[in-house]
Structure formats: C-alpha cells, structure tokens
C-alpha cells in the first residue's frame, strides 16, 4: 500500500504564492505518477497538474503559467508551486498516486488553500 502526506496549504492574498508537497511512503515501487487534484465546494474534483516517474507533466488549462508541479524521486514528494493565486483557486487540494499496471489511485487526506480577494 502507498501512504501520502500533504502539507503546505494555507491562506494566502490574491496574487501570493503557496507550496505544496506530497510525500509517499509505503509501495512507491508500484508508483508510475502522481499528482494533484483540487475540489472547490460545490463543485467536482479537478486535475490540477500530472507528473510520471519519467518527469512528464500534465497541467490543468487554468492553472498553466502559474503552477509547476515537480518532483524530488530521492525523497519520494511531489510539489506543487502555486505562483499569482486567486480567488478561483480556493480548494481543497489531493495528492493522488497511480499505481503501475491497475492504475489504482491512492489519495492523501486533503489540504486547504485559500485565497483571499
């Protein structure tokens, strides 16, 4: 089994900057991607960015130029910079990982950004 820890959420002004970071533990053998989804009440969880354990990445049209989504594979965390936030951007943020071959998703518990006007 995999386990992710999120951490770095916050509250931050419009036009801030938060970092997250997603550490796994456990299977991360079986690990071929991770990444990031967001949920904003009332609405249905979106993919915010992607990456592969071969360093490719995928990152949601409305967050492109503003977010960067990395990886450090010696201390098995993804990261997430979130550079000019705004309002919009407020959610709570899941670290997501895809397991090789089954595809099965694992996700973190969750962490709150909020970005204030």
């Known amino acids: 089994q995999v386990q992710l820890v999120e951490s770095g959420g916050g509250l931050v002004q419009a036009g801030g900057s938060l970092r997250l970071s997603c550490a796994a533990s456990?299977?991360?053998?079986?690990?071929?991607?991770m990444g990031w989804y967001r949920q904003a009440p009332g609405k249905q969880r979106e993919l915010v960015a992607a990456i592969t354990n071969g360093g490719d990445t995928n990152v949601a049209d409305s967050v492109k130029g503003r977010f960067t989504i990395s990886r450090d594979n010696a201390k098995n965390t993804v990261y997430l910079q979130m550079n000019s936030l705004k309002p919009e951007d407020t959610a709570v943020y899941y670290c997501y990982s895809r397991q090789l071959g089954s595809g099965y998703l694992t996700w973190g518990r969750g962490t709150q950004v909020t970005v204030s006007s």
């Open positions: 456990g299977s991360i053998l079986r690990i071929n991607a």
